[in-house]
């Protein structure tokens, strides 16, 4: 289980990205935390992957805590970084260079075929499509096998169709393993698509305002009326976050962040 | 792969007609470059060759070519070659070696750069020949201050190249590293070495350049062998076509050197070998 306990984030510059957000999230579930711009969504998974250390709080996995990068936790970031140097097999097994040269073999071609690029290992990056590149992030991060794998918007460059191709094969690859996936979106669609539990924050500092669980088996039909029930629900309470005359429903805020002259 | 495929018909066409141009103009382009200087080359011979001038004063090529052949023949080519060889090559290893360790440890630690930054930049604006006179003070007249001067023209390109290449990696992709757990000596074999590699390899042919450009310096400033001193022979003696002979040989020496640079480095660079081929077009 990944717990969050009241992590802050004060960056040198005096702005406070992160106030006292609070979170237990379940192995295998998967979370999408949606915001405003300039909530702290970033900072609040930086400071998961241990790239960033909390002001103040722990993040803690298995009652570990993380301070910096760990082995369980992996992270995609919204563009692919894929290392020019590396052909797309090489990029893939980046993250087990300790293993076997015959197993890391083994894992990046079984990798490949699963984000169907089998046909592109020897290719370079640059020779790739923007969809493409992401596939290739997510197979690297998923090669190592994480307990919990990071995405920061991770397919907001991308045309909707390729999105929606992205997600769908997300889910996919979910279920071979079911890592925990805490993914950061503005796509309303994505995280209803996506989450079991959607976590709404809010800017100024940037904390937790709302929680919604989509009660929705998989896979999920994008034009079901119920679909669109949790769309709603989700839109409307981004607005609300966005609303400055609306309080926290928070308790575990301190006083004073309800005022709003 | 379905939504591919259109695409791919569309641009099949104009892709093909654009390759053909580009697949001539590679052979094309060095021979087009060829043609000013051979046309003029020619024409210089047909002229001294019909009297119109005597060429001692510009010899045409196939005195030039003689005075090659003589020289080598003699084996005195050679010899100075050879001189010269080991003047650059040793004085660009050094010159390499310092610029690389001393621009690495400027680009990794910022407190390094701040204490040696400064005066290195202030050396740099010193115009290196004006070091000459002090090279020979302290070194004498013979190999050492020549070999100082060399490796002080190679430093420069070489340090900065090094510094700004460290500088400018992509703090995005040194964070891939960090969340792999890289320790700070695979984060340096596996991100920084090959990201700093095109800019070093830029800076080493920049350093070579100025290297064979200082050989000839120092060459010139007393030497009893060396191309530099074929050059030197020539202007005293009153041989204009043993100069223009030195000339083609540091043109030939210094192309080719380079050449061996790139070779070397090509398999390392694979990755971006199509960029700089845009680049060039
Ligand atoms: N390195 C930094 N130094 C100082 N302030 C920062 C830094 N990074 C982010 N901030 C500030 O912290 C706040 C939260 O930033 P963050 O990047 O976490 O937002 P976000 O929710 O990811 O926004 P977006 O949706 O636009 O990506 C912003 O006000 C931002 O200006
Ligand atoms: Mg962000």
């Avoid at chain 1, 969050?4 to 999408?32: C, H, M």
């Avoid at chain 2, 290297?211 to 060459?219: D, K, L, N, Q, T």
């Avoid at chain 2, 040989?249 to 390392?268: Q, S, V």
Wanted: charged share 20%; with cysteine; hydrophobic share 50%.
């Amino acid at each position: 289980m990944l717990a969050l306990d009241r992590v802050s984030k004060t960056y040198p510059n005096g702005v406070e990205a992160l106030a006292r957000f609070s979170a237990e999230i379940g192995q295998g579930e998967i979370i999408a935390i949606i915001g405003g711009s300039g909530c702290g969504k970033s900072t609040l998974l930086r400071a998961i992957a241990g790239l960033d250390r909390a002001s103040s709080g722990t993040v803690t996995l298995d009652s570990e805590v993380i301070a910096s990068p760990h082995a369980k936790i992996g992270i995609i970031f919204q563009e692919p970084r894929l290392l020019p140097w590396l052909s797309v097999a090489d990029n893939i097994g980046f993250g087990i260079a300790d293993l076997p040269a015959s197993e890391r073999r083994e894992k990046v071609a079984r990798a490949l075929e699963r984000v169907g690029l089998a046909d592109k290992a020897r290719a370079w990056p640059r020779e790739l499509s923007g969809g493409q590149a992401q596939r290739v992030a997510i197979a690297r991060a998923l090669v190592p096998q994480p307990e919990v794998l990071l995405l920061d918007e991770p397919f907001s460059a991308l045309d909707a169709f390729t999105r929606r191709d992205l997600q769908d094969h997300l889910l996919d690859l979910w279920a071979d393993t079911r890592p925990t996936l805490i993914l950061v979106t503005h796509d309303v669609d994505e995280a209803v698509v996506l989450a079991d539990r959607v976590l709404v924050m809010r800017p100024r500092p940037g904390r937790l305002f709302d929680q919604i669980e989509i009660n929705l088996t998989r896979p999920r039909d994008r034009n079901s009326p119920l679909f669109e029930t949790f769309k709603r629900s989700v839109l409307t309470s981004l607005d609300r976050s966005l609303d400055r005359n609306v309080p926290d429903r928070d308790a575990t805020q301190g006083p004073g962040q309800a005022m709003w002259w | 792969m379905i939504s591919d495929a259109p695409v791919l018909q569309q641009s099949s066409e104009p892709v093909e007609s654009a390759a053909a141009p580009s697949r001539l103009s590679r052979y094309a382009r060095p021979v087009l470059g060829l043609l000013l200087p051979a046309t003029l080359a020619l024409a210089w011979e047909l002229v001294v060759w019909l009297g119109w001038s005597n060429g001692r004063l510009v010899p045409p090529p196939s005195r030039v070519f003689a005075a090659i052949a003589d020289l080598a023949r003699s084996g005195e080519l050679l010899r100075h070659i050879a001189a010269t060889l080991w003047r650059v090559g040793l004085g660009f290893a050094f010159g390499v070696v310092a610029g690389t360790l001393l621009g690495a440890i400027s680009g990794y630690w910022s407190l390094a750069r701040r204490l040696l930054d400064p005066t290195v930049q202030a050396l740099r604006a010193i115009p290196s020949l004006a070091w000459v006179p002090l090279f020979i003070l302290w070194l004498g007249i013979f190999e050492t201050s020549k070999i100082a001067l060399i490796a002080a023209g190679v430093f420069f390109p070489v340090y900065l190249g090094v510094m700004g290449a460290i500088l400018s990696v992509d703090r995005k992709i040194v964070e891939v590293g960090r969340t792999f757990r890289l320790s700070g000596f695979a984060m340096i074999r596996r991100i920084l070495l090959p990201a700093v590699l095109p800019a070093y390899v830029v800076s080493l042919r920049v350093g070579l350049g100025l290297g064979w450009m200082f050989v000839v310096a120092a060459e010139l400033i007393g030497a009893s062998e060396g191309l530099g001193y074929l050059l030197l022979d020539g202007q005293q003696l009153g041989k204009p076509a043993q100069i223009l002979a030195a000339i083609v040989i540091f043109a030939i020496l210094g192309k080719l050197t380079d050449w061996l640079i790139e070779l070397a480095a090509a398999p390392f660079l694979r990755w971006q070998d199509a960029f700089s081929r845009t680049k060039g077009a």
